[in-house]
């Protein structure tokens, strides 16, 4: 079956833009999560939703927020971007009713001029 | 606050090589570990899922064991390839989905 599906895989914007990154998860999965991940600081946890629902929130300024639809595609958004936002966006399905694992996307990598 | 650690940061073997990625983490509280292994530019890919409530995981070439009482896991790659080169993360989870990702350890296989 398909994977975790993310749209784009490239972009640049410019300070003070926003953006919004998209996550289709493995079909049956209703749980999908976002991270971060930066040169910097490696891998971070952004947020989670499950049937619609925000359930878990990492420590991300309110800039970063992100919804899930009925179908359980999830889209993440950044407003007025910053320099230090360009990063490779990392969203993860997960069947709850199994193990637990997730499996992530290629990611969208975002390029903050 | 979840920390986990990765040793050695970076690893260079020859090719046939068997070797072994560590990862600790400082709050036994977890619901699993997951290691994954992650090519240049591009996104993880799941190697092993460990439960805390099992102490190893076996698939292929790859054994991953779980000891949450010293908060230590280990991977340990038998008779390395080429193909293995890549950057290797443990990742540990408390709830939901929320996981708790080493710095990586990068590792490449010499032909």
């Known amino acids: 079956k398909a994977g975790v599906t993310q749209t784009p895989r490239y972009l640049i914007k410019t300070r003070g833009q926003q953006v919004t990154l998209s996550c289709s998860p493995i079909s049956g999965h209703r749980s999908v999560s976002w991270y971060q991940q930066t040169p910097g600081q490696g891998l971070q946890f952004l947020f989670e939703y499950f049937s619609e629902t925000q359930r878990n929130k990492g420590n991300f300024p309110g800039r970063f927020s992100g919804r899930q639809f009925s179908n359980s595609r999830s889209e993440m958004n950044v407003s007025t971007l910053e320099l230090g936002d360009s990063a490779l966006y990392l969203c993860?399905?997960?069947?709850?009713?199994?193990?637990?694992?997730?499996?992530f996307g290629e990611g969208s990598r975002l390029t903050v001029l | 606050k979840q920390e986990v650690t990765q040793i050695p940061a970076a690893l260079s073997v020859p090719e046939g090589e068997n070797l072994v990625l560590n990862c600790s983490f400082t709050d036994s509280a977890i619901y699993n570990l997951q290691w994954f292994r992650q090519d240049p530019g591009k996104g993880l890919t799941s190697l092993l899922l460990i439960q805390s409530s099992q102490r190893e995981q076996t698939s292929g070439r790859l054994n991953a064991s779980l000891d949450k009482s010293s908060g230590r896991s280990t991977l340990y790659i038998a008779a390395s390839q080429p193909g293995d080169s890549a950057t290797y993360l443990c990742a540990v989870g408390a709830s939901g989905s929320r996981l708790t990702f080493g710095e990586g350890t990068q590792l490449t296989v010499n032909p």
């Open positions: 993860a399905s997960s069947s709850l009713e199994s193990t637990g694992e997730l499996f």
